[in-house]
Structures are given as structure tokens and as C-alpha cells.
């Protein structure tokens, strides 16, 4: 029989991957209608940017406010405003001026961008008041698993919807799973304690977040590790849909199987995560199949067919998940608990701020240059290479640095 926290726990895991399903709708649709709207490579990787430019520019003073106020209030405000901005974004998909559709999208995106801040960082917060700083590992594997499964279903189920349905549907769909979402939170987070929102904020308040990390070699190691792969990740989400899109033979669907595949990739990743250290023999196994991936890539030339791209996308998945979760739990266990919310805007900040939104200009401008084609050969290759250093990095540090549940607190 499960107890209070953990059932309070299993309820908001399944009500987190409940939201992730609707959101990964517009994963899917986003970039193809960014696309078909703009025409261009270079545009759709500067909207994809802006989105990270508001990580950078808010993430810290949202983190703040997150620890300020109750994660019940914040989580419930944050998947009740970004159903609006999802509205938003559908109206821009019927738009017939290109103008005010980049406007509508541009507006939808810092809105959204904003809110997903103040969610994940009062996310941080909801989980160490369910199960405390001890449980954090176990909260955030089971998050991972809840979360995988509802992108696996939402993104498989995108790529059949983006095929039978206007873009402008899909996206309601997404808003009314996030407003469902937002009352579900209202039931299952305990209300907290409620801190003032008048006090004068201060500037090594707003920088507390990024002491965490600066203050721990293994956290700022993890943290680059991070970086590097959001920053990957940032070439692959603009690019993957323009080169896909313009190959003979590929239907939207393809796109939202290869997104399933990322996804159960991080699935698995989550999964097993607990057992990485152990499990030495399965990583290298994976680490050698990646290899004979990156090989394939490159003697397929300009003919990059979806299974090998869907292959590749499930092994980064397990890797990068393996190394989100070695992340955060470090982060989450070193950090008090009145800045939780800080500590995860800041590392939030790093990467979809400054790394992700860097390699999605970098190799949009570098697609402008030589065509979606060999650049995302260079992604590919790229994504491989940095997912073989994470294996062997969180491998390392899991075994031998990484703190346990029982040494918490």
C-alpha cells in the first residue's frame, strides 16, 4: 500500500507527464508551422533563439519570484496562462500575413518561454516539499519516467494529428491538456508556506542560484556537460523539421517519429539511470552501436533515411537524460531549501538561455551557408560524439562523486 507522500508523489509525476503529453503536440507542430510560415532556415532558427533570449534575461529574477510564493499558486498560474499563450500560437498559424504571424509567434514564445521558467522552478520546489531532500533522486527518476511516457505518447500521436488536422487544432488541444493540468496541480500540490513577495530583493539574493552551482566542482562540471549538449540540441531542433520537410518521401508524421524515438531514448535513460554505475558493460555496449550510427550517417551522404535519423535520436535520448537527471539531483540536493526555485532557474538559464539558443544561430546560419543537408550530418555527427563523452562523464561521476539518497540532508 502506498503512503501519503508517495502517493502525492506518483499524482503529481502523472499529472506533470499528463501536461508533457500536450505540450509535445507543440513540439511537433511549431517548428513545422514556423517553417512553412517563414520559408526560411535563418528565420525559424531566430524565433526558435528568442525563446532562449528569455531564459537568459528572466530566469533569475523568476527563479526568485518562484521561491517567494507558493509552488501550489505558481505551478497552477504558469499551465493556466501558457494554455493562453498556446491560443496564441494557434491564431498565429491562421494568419495570411506573414508580418503578423511572426509577431503573434514572437509574442506566443516569450510568453510561453516566461511561464515554463516559473513552472520548472517551482516544480524544483513542490518536489522537495512531497518527498524532502532525501526523496529527491527518487522523485526526480520517477518524474524523468512520467514525463518520457507522456512525450512518447503526445509526440507519436502529433505526428498522426499534424497530418489530419490544421496546425490551429493541434494547438488547442495542447491548451486544453495544460488547463486541465493547472487544476489538477490545484489538488494534488500541498499549499506550502506562502513567503512575503515585498521584500527587497537583493542582488546576491538573485545570483544565489548560480552560487549553487559555482560553489561544487561536480555540479560545474555536469553543468557544462549540459551546456554542450543543449547547445547540440539547439541545431538539431531548428534544423531537423527544414532538412526532413524538404526530403522526397517524408510525411509530417516522420518528424513526430523521430521526436518518439528522442523520447523513449530518455524514457529508458530515466529509467535506468540508478543503475548506470553498475551497468558499465551496457553503456559501452550503447556507446559502440553509436559509433556504427555515426559511420552510417556519414556514408549515406545527402540520403539521411528516417530510421537511421530516428536511430540516432533514441541513443542521444538515453544519454542526455541520464545526464538532465545527474544535474538536477546534484543540484537539487545541494542547494536549501528557500532556493530551490533559484538553483533550477539558474541551470535552467545556462542552457535553453545561453547554450541552446546559441547552437540554434550558429547552425541555422551555417544551414544558410551549405544546405540543411550537411549541416545536419554535422549535427548528427556532432550529437554522437557528445553523447559518447556523456556516457563515459556520468558514468564517472555516478560511481564515484554523485551523493546517494542516504547521504542527503
Not at 234 to 243: K, R
Not at 365 to 391: D, E, N, Q, Y
Request: net charge positive; hydrophobic share 55%; charged share 10%.
Amino acid at each position: 500500500m502506498r503512503s501519503g507522500a508517495d502517493t502525492r508523489l506518483f499524482l503529481y509525476v502523472m499529472t506533470r507527464g499528463f501536461s508533457a503529453f500536450g505540450s509535445s503536440l507543440t513540439f511537433v507542430v511549431l517548428p513545422l508551422a514556423l517553417f512553412e510560415t517563414t520559408q526560411s532556415t535563418w528565420l525559424t532558427s531566430v524565433l526558435f533563439a528568442i525563446r532562449g533570449v528569455t531564459y537568459l534575461l528572466a530566469s533569475l529574477p523568476l527563479g526568485l519570484v518562484a521561491d517567494r510564493f507558493s509552488p501550489r499558486t505558481v505551478l497552477f498560474a504558469g499551465d493556466l496562462f501558457r494554455s493562453v499563450a498556446i491560443i496564441v500560437l494557434a491564431l498565429a498559424t491562421l494568419q495570411t500575413s506573414t508580418g503578423g504571424a511572426m509577431v503573434l509567434f514572437a509574442s506566443a514564445l516569450i510568453a510561453i518561454g516566461l511561464l515554463t521558467i516559473l513552472s520548472d522552478s517551482a516544480s524544483a520546489s513542490a518536489i522537495v516539499s512531497l518527498v524532502g531532500k532525501a526523496g529527491i533522486e527518487r522523485a526526480q527518476v520517477r518524474l524523468g519516467v512520467a514525463l518520457g511516457a507522456g512525450e512518447i505518447i503526445g509526440l507519436s500521436a502529433a505526428g498522426v494529428a499534424v497530418a489530419i488536422l490544421p496546425y490551429s487544432s493541434v494547438l488547442a488541444i495542447n491548451a486544453g491538456t495544460l488547463l486541465v493540468g493547472a487544476i489538477l496541480l490545484l489538488i494534488v500540490v500541498p499549499r506550502g508556506h506562502v513567503k512575503s513577495a515585498a521584500r527587497k530583493t537583493t542582488l546576491p539574493e538573485l545570483l544565489s542560484g548560480l552560487d549553487v552551482i559555482r560553489g561544487s566542482t561536480l555540479l560545474r562540471g555536469l553543468t557544462g556537460l549540459g551546456m554542450l549538449d543543449a547547445f547540440i540540441q539547439g541545431g538539431v531542433f531548428a534544423q531537423l523539421v527544414v532538412l526532413l520537410s524538404a526530403r522526397p518521401g517524408n510525411a509530417p508524421e516522420h518528424i513526430g517519429w523521430v521526436y518518439a524515438t528522442l523520447s523513449i531514448g530518455a524514457l529508458i535513460g530515466s529509467a535506468l539511470y540508478r543503475f548506470a554505475a553498475r551497468w558499465g558493460s551496457l553503456l559501452n555496449f550503447t556507446s559502440v552501436v553509436a559509433i556504427i550510427c555515426c559511420i552510417t550517417v556519414v556514408l549515406m551522404g545527402m540520403s539521411v533515411p528516417i530510421l537511421v535519423t530516428a536511430l540516432l535520436a533514441g541513443i542521444w535520448g538515453v544519454s542526455a537524460s541520464m545526464l538532465m537527471l545527474a544535474v538536477t539531483v546534484s543540484r537539487q540536493q545541494r542547494a536549501a531549501i528557500e532556493v530551490q526555485g533559484r538553483a533550477q532557474a539558474a541551470g535552467r538559464m545556462l542552457n535553453f538561455g545561453v547554450a541552446l539558443p546559441s547552437g540554434s544561430i550558429t547552425f541555422g546560419a551555417i544551414a544558410t551557408w551549405i544546405g540543411p543537408a550537411p549541416t545536419f550530418l554535422l549535427i548528427g555527427s556532432l550529437g554522437v560524439v557528445t553523447s559518447l563523452v556523456i556516457w563515459h562523464t556520468t558514468r564517472v561521476l555516478l560511481a564515484h562523486a554523485m551523493p546517494r539518497e542516504a547521504d542527503a540532508d
